[in-house]
């Protein structure tokens, strides 16, 4: 069993005050737009500028120093030349502050002098008790607290939907790009986050420090970790036990496959990659679901935290494209699930409620006829009976307006089953209207087969996983 470090995170995440070192009028500029962020996100902390050059900020009045800053400051946000960075350190120690977040760059990421400068705020922040996340991260965002602290467009950008769950997503990120990068995806498909962590060279709070605290959130639902290199595996096998023990799956991107791959991490944070062999086995015998784009994370994510895992592999279409039926069956069979004809009784069911031309067996083909009688209620509901199969994918058009308006009452009762996942999957363009039904009654929708399939697969192995613990 590996020691985690005794760091004390609450300070950074959730301070009782920040002050922007270096803060700029100036929204253009990176100092200048984050504290544009921390005012208009909801923060409701004390909020400090702190540069000599101004006697305010962006209309809030500005100190000259951190030892001017008062009283209720847990957390620094520093944004000024590397070589200056380690002074602020020791001015946030003597006035108490318990964090600080270094936006600079300038260290590891170039080379000798730059290692030397991040050993020296390394021992810094270590010796003085400071939870240090970065030099060279992208910042943070907290929900629950209102909290903006980053520059990256991405990471402001707002939420155009959302899907009716109580269940959220935390992001831990090596990459400040990409981790704000799949918040800002995450968002547009309805997809609700607590945290995301970009955590940079890693000078301090680590990519696992920051997995630790979000598997403390009363609402995590699953946590997508985006990992060039780590230093302790073994920490990441006994924190994915906990993820496991709490019902919370962990969704991995691993980088540096390749040799080219490596030497771009280097140049980017300064991380060693590692075996590439020895993740794969990590990643298996955890049971940890890996990803290979952004949109494989985020739909993985999707399906963990608004459907239960599956209690087997066996899956049930219902389309009203036969075409559409076909082509999925194909895809899920492809990541390794099943599926099986229907039972004796089930068929019976919903032959009553198909056209002649229709088929129950599986896929079910209701045709788009059905519709007009609530075939595809009537068939959902004898598939949430039936014993062969473990899940729906509910294959539609979503391009018509009001094309599930009917629907919208049963829907709400389909998503509340809480044993067999349904997911949705639409092959044309849905429209918002569609979306908003579904994301009211807290169901996923996919445009892609390859998204529903992954999703569908990742809920398998998370309940292979789980039966195999029990």
């Known amino acids: 069993m590996s020691v985690a470090p005794a760091l004390n995170l609450a300070r950074l995440f959730e301070p009782r005050g920040i002050a922007v070192v270096g803060a700029s009028p100036e929204i253009g500029k990176i100092r200048g737009r984050i504290f544009a962020a921390l005012k208009t996100g909801g923060f409701k902390g004390h909020l400090v500028p702190v540069n000599p050059n101004y006697s305010e900020v962006q209309g809030v009045p500005a100190v000259a120093s951190l030892s001017a800053v008062g009283e209720g400051i847990d957390l620094a946000i520093i944004a000024i030349p590397a070589e200056h960075v380690a002074g602020a350190l020791d001015e946030c120690a003597k006035v108490g502050i318990g964090a600080a977040l270094v936006l600079s760059s300038g260290f590891a990421e170039i080379g000798p002098r730059g290692i030397a400068l991040q050993n020296e705020i390394e021992r810094t922040a270590r010796s003085r008790g400071i939870a240090l996340l970065g030099p060279n991260s992208v910042g943070f965002l907290n929900m629950a607290f209102g909290i903006k602290a980053t520059f990256s467009p991405g990471g402001l950008a707002a939420p155009t939907r959302q899907i009716r769950n109580t269940r959220r997503i935390a992001i831990a990120s090596q990459s400040g790009g990409i ?37 403390k959130l009363p609402d995590t639902g699953a946590v997508i970790l985006f990992i060039e290199g780590l230093r302790d595996r073994a920490r990441l096998r006994d924190l994915s036990a906990r993820a496991t023990s709490q019902g919370i799956p962990l969704i991995v991107a691993k980088l540096g496959r390749s040799a080219a791959a490596s030497r771009a991490a280097m140049s980017h944070t300064g991380a060693s990659v590692g075996n590439e062999a020895d993740y794969a086995a990590l990643f298996a015998e955890s049971g940890i679901l890996r990803g290979e784009d952004q949109d494989d994370l985020l739909d993985l994510a999707a399906a963990c935290v608004t459907s239960p895992p599956l209690k087997g592999r066996r899956i049930a279409l219902i389309t009203i494209s ?27 069911e919903i032959r009553q409620v198909i056209p002649p031309y229709g088929t129950p067996v599986n896929p079910v083909d209701i045709t788009a006829q059905a519709l007009e009688v609530g075939g595809r209620v009537r068939a959902i509901d004898a598939l949430l009976r039936s014993p062969s199969v473990d899940a729906i994918a509910v294959v539609a058009s979503l391009a ?33 209207e569609n979306l908003a039904i579904l994301d009211e009654a807290g169901l996923a929708c996919y445009t892609t087969l390859g998204g529903i399939s992954r999703g569908l697969a990742g809920l398998a192995r998370l309940g292979e996983r789980r039966a195999n613990k029990t």
């Open 322 to 348: 036969g075409g559409g039926g076909v082509w999925l069956a194909d895809r899920l069979d492809a990541e390794g699930l099943l599926i099986p004809e229907l039972d004796q009784t089930t068929q019976d």
């Open 179 to 215: 981790g704000f990068a799949l918040y800002n995806r995450g968002i547009t498909r309805g997809l609700s986050f607590n945290l995301v962590a970009t955590t940079g060279n890693e000078a301090g709070v680590t990519v696992l420090d920051a997995l630790d605290y979000a598997l």
């Open 400 to 432: 018509d307006i009001g094309h599930l308006e009917k629907e919208r009452a049963d829907l709400a009762r389909f998503a509340a089953n809480g044993v067999k996942p349904i997911l949705f999957y639409s092959y044309t363009v849905p429209t918002a």
